[in-house]
């Protein structure tokens, strides 16, 4: 099963360009009227200034790379701040992405940019501030990463079940983190169901949508003797998101949190890199459960069939033959 699909993710990332040179920047050294180009920055800067405790700012310079929003680095004589902006939409994107990085930040476990700010602009955008983060030049090693991320699984704890306060999205998909008890309906139904709703919405793919939620009512089988304890997940984690700071430590960024089972976290793995060193130490700290290796193509699947809805039928045969080969094993 994992090498009919392993296959295809030799090339299947190709059109998610990492962006993570981003936040290096062209530094400009004039100061700009504005970083966030047409768009008021009064209250950000107004933000600095007050509660970001800054009694200048020196320099503003725009941080080019991120698709959807417009970003900007202002650099101040208390440190630096990353600021994003969208002029079309209202907070909630940017609440969102708040609450993951600030409940991700307080486990002390991975390095998270520290979010500060979201607010409205005048005339319905949005802005959030957090820390700017000044990458390191050298790779990140994969061992402590795969340590931090297995502490924040285990550090990240609900009492609510599986999901999140807010829902968010995957890419530009909705998420839907409605709190669930059951991690295997929450899974089949706000995760795959959705998808495949969408697919059969979008590109009238009636049979990828009846094979998949035949799927999705029968993977009760693939859960036996395992506890699923919920865990605060990045939940968007591949390359172009994984960075290192100075101090060479990992920095993870632009999250899709909610809580789920830890396990989900390597969905996105066909495009992460992680090494043999990774999930050493991370079963180190999470010890790898029953039925590990028989789960790994259904937490891809959310992934693949997200990348179909978002990227188009490249990615139909990938998660097509992972639904396949599941209804093959499950015999349903
Ligand atoms: C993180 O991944 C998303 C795709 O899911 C992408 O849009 C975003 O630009 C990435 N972040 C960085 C810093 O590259
Ligand atoms: C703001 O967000 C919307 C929806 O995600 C996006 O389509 C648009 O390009 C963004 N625009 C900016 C840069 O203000
Ligand atoms: C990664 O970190 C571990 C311990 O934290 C260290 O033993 C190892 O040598 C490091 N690996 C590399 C490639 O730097």
């Given at each position: 099963?994992?090498a009919s699909?392993?296959?295809?993710?030799?090339?299947?990332?190709?059109?998610?360009?990492?962006?993570?040179?981003?936040?290096?920047s062209?530094?400009?050294?004039?100061?700009?009227?504005?970083?966030?180009?047409?768009?008021?920055?009064?209250?950000v800067?107004?933000?600095?200034?007050?509660?970001?405790?800054a009694?200048?700012i020196?320099?503003?310079?725009?941080?080019?790379?991120?698709?959807?929003?417009?970003?900007?680095?202002?650099?101040t004589?208390?440190?630096?701040?990353?600021?994003?902006?969208?002029?079309?939409?209202?907070?909630?994107?940017?609440?969102?992405?708040?609450?993951?990085?600030?409940?991700?930040y307080?486990?002390?476990?991975?390095?998270?940019?520290?979010p500060?700010?979201?607010?409205?602009?005048?005339?319905?955008?949005?802005?959030i501030?957090?820390e700017?983060i000044e990458?390191g030049?050298?790779?990140n090693?994969?061992?402590?990463?795969?340590r931090?991320?297995?502490?924040?699984?285990?550090?990240?704890?609900?009492?609510?079940g599986?999901?999140?306060?807010?829902?968010?999205?995957?890419g530009?998909?909705?998420?839907?983190?409605?709190?669930?008890?059951?991690w295997?309906?929450?899974y089949?139904?706000?995760?795959?169901?959705?998808?495949?709703?969408?697919a059969?919405?979008?590109y009238?793919?009636?049979?990828?949508?009846?094979?998949g939620?035949?799927?999705?009512?029968?993977?009760?089988?693939?859960f036996?003797?395992?506890v699923?304890?919920?865990?605060l997940?990045?939940?968007d984690l591949?390359?172009?998101?994984?960075?290192?700071?100075?101090?060479?430590?990992?920095?993870?960024?632009?999250?899709?949190?909610?809580?789920?089972?830890?396990?989900a976290?390597?969905?996105?793995?066909?495009?992460?890199g992680?090494?043999?060193?990774?999930?050493n130490?991370?079963?180190?700290?999470?010890?790898?459960?029953?039925?590990?290796?028989?789960?790994?193509?259904?937490?891809?699947?959310?992934?693949?069939?997200?990348h179909?809805?978002?990227?188009?039928?490249?990615?139909?045969?990938?998660a097509?033959?992972?639904?396949?080969?599941y209804?093959?094993?499950?015999?349903?």
């Amino acid at each position: 099963m994992v090498a009919s699909v392993g296959l295809v993710s030799l090339f299947s990332c190709s059109h998610l360009k990492p962006s993570s040179l981003r936040w290096f920047s062209s530094t400009t050294h004039k100061p700009k009227p504005s970083a966030i180009v047409g768009i008021s920055d009064d209250l950000v800067r107004e933000w600095i200034l007050k509660e970001g405790k800054a009694t200048k700012i020196i320099r503003i310079s725009p941080v080019g790379g991120g698709c959807i929003n417009l970003a900007g680095r202002y650099d101040t004589d208390v440190g630096s701040f990353f600021v994003k902006s969208n002029r079309s939409i209202g907070p909630s994107m940017f609440e969102g992405e708040a609450l993951g990085l600030r409940l991700m930040y307080e486990t002390k476990t991975i390095r998270v940019p520290r979010p500060f700010k979201v607010g409205s602009l005048p005339g319905g955008g949005s802005f959030i501030i957090m820390e700017f983060i000044e990458f390191g030049a050298s790779r990140n090693n994969q061992s402590v990463l795969g340590r931090q991320l297995a502490e924040m699984h285990k550090a990240g704890k609900s009492d609510k079940g599986f999901g999140f306060d807010v829902d968010n999205t995957i890419g530009s998909t909705p998420q839907v983190n409605t709190w669930t008890f059951d991690w295997v309906e929450f899974y089949a139904e706000h995760r795959l169901s959705y998808q495949l709703k969408l697919a059969r919405e979008q590109y009238g793919d009636s049979v990828i949508y009846e094979k998949g939620q035949r799927l999705a009512k029968n993977l009760k089988p693939l859960f036996e003797n395992v506890v699923v304890e919920p865990c605060l997940l990045h939940g968007d984690l591949w390359s172009g998101n994984v960075s290192s700071d100075k101090n060479g430590d990992p920095v993870i960024l632009d999250p899709a949190c909610y809580y789920g089972h830890n396990e989900a976290e390597f969905g996105m793995s066909w495009c992460a890199g992680f090494g043999g060193s990774f999930y050493n130490s991370y079963f180190e700290v999470m010890p790898k459960q029953p039925g590990f290796e028989k789960r790994r193509d259904l937490y891809m699947l959310y992934h693949y069939l997200n990348h179909y809805n978002l990227f188009g039928s490249g990615y139909r045969s990938s998660a097509m033959s992972i639904i396949d080969d599941y209804l093959q094993m499950l015999q349903v």
